[in-house]
């Protein structure tokens, strides 16, 4: 689809009152978003919502303007956002445009595609152990849930490259649940931004949390902070880094950054590799062509960084299913200053509601959205797309640093685990997304992992 964008044209954005979306929210909020999204078929559109009347900004064309061209005009701020402060401080993730941007310059380069591949043996040999972990299990022929196995894989992987060696089992067992706490209790902040800290839901588990989170994190950067030694883990590079001026960072820098970035990366990650199961269980034609792939170039080897080069399907599989279900699945912005997008007014201080969940599901963005079809990212189909067709990770100055990250990871724990077992379900496949602050299953999926050999 080819838009040419004016800013000249006054258009008023039409509005989808309270009253008519009211009962759809109250539902199903997610199936009522695709609902609108699909009658505004690109077109910008203001949904009033009570408190808040963002627009929705759902067309490539409009959203290179938001997160890319413009993006000045656009601050990651507001509402949604604000509930992150207290667990992200000054951090990548959190604090003002300066500190931002100070983080951002450090960060990007530690995790450029190069670095990350210098992680790959690190990060295969973890994953490897802890699919062994699943051994056990599958032999005894017991089921295993698949969100739950994801994240403890996810999480021991990310501990690794985090922290190298440098974190102890009872450091690692005191964070896993202060983050888990944490981020149960984030879903509530997000959706009550008006609600007393005395009143919210799980206030003290979320308290307990963030104590427990510093504990750990300050004690680690008590440590370590001078003297880091040469490790490629992510927390040295921020013990190493320097400000522009040269001079060395903050303690409380060091501890913001790592809490970001740990909690960017785990639960992104576990969520999207927990709909790969559901997906293959779904199509069997596409898991016979997955397991052919893998079978072919892992074979019954340990899965290794050189087997990456010949796991292209592995990654039209990954690539696709983000596209069905982007885990980061909404991040709004909030307008700066008034001024229009392609016509339509935009005023100071009004939000903006961005969703690669919504865009991926266009129809007049996508052919058979709703359709999953990895085949869409084989290189002679994916040329020629609109680069904000597809965007799971964002895009402009505030894009996604963990992308090559994420995409070896999920390549290297799909390989890792499938060249030893396939997933055959115990009770009912999920299909549907349930929603919260990240694109979950909506339930969990039970499924036995039979050793690849046994197979019927
Ligand atoms: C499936 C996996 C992931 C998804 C879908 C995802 C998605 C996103 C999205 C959509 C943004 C942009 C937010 C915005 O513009 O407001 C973002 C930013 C970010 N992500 Fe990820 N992410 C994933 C994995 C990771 C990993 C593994 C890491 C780090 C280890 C990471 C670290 C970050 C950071 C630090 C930012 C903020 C960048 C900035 O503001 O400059 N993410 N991510």
Redesign the pocket.
Known sequence: MSVTVSTTRSRKPKNFPLYRTLPGFARDPLKELERISRAANGEIVRLDLGIVRPLLVTRPEHLQIV?RERSDDYA?DGIFWRPLDDLMGIG??GGTSES?AT??RV?QPV?TARNVRALTGRLADTINEAVDELDAAAQAGRPVQASREMARIVNQT?VRIFFGGKIGPAEIGKLDPAFEAVIASLAFRVLLPFMPETLMPRGRSYRAGIRAIDEVMYGLVERYRDDPGEDLD?FTALCRARSAEGSGLTDKWVRDNLV??YA???E??A??LSWLWPLLCHHPDVAERLYEEIDRVVGGDRVRPEHLEGLTYTKQVVQEL?RLY???WQ?P?VAVRSGNIDGFPVKKGQTLLIS?YLTHHLESVWDRPHEFDPDRFAPERASGRHRYAY?????????????H??HI??QLIAASVLSRYRPEPVGPVPSRPGMGRTLRLEHELEMRLVPVGERK
């Open positions: 997160l990651r990548v993730l931002w983080s951002r960060l995790f990310v992510i970001g970035m960017a990366g785990t992104t990650t969520t999207a983000l982007p885990v980061g991040f912005r690669p965007f799971p990770f964002g895009g402009g100055p505030h894009q996604c640093v963990g992308n990250l994420f990871e999920a």
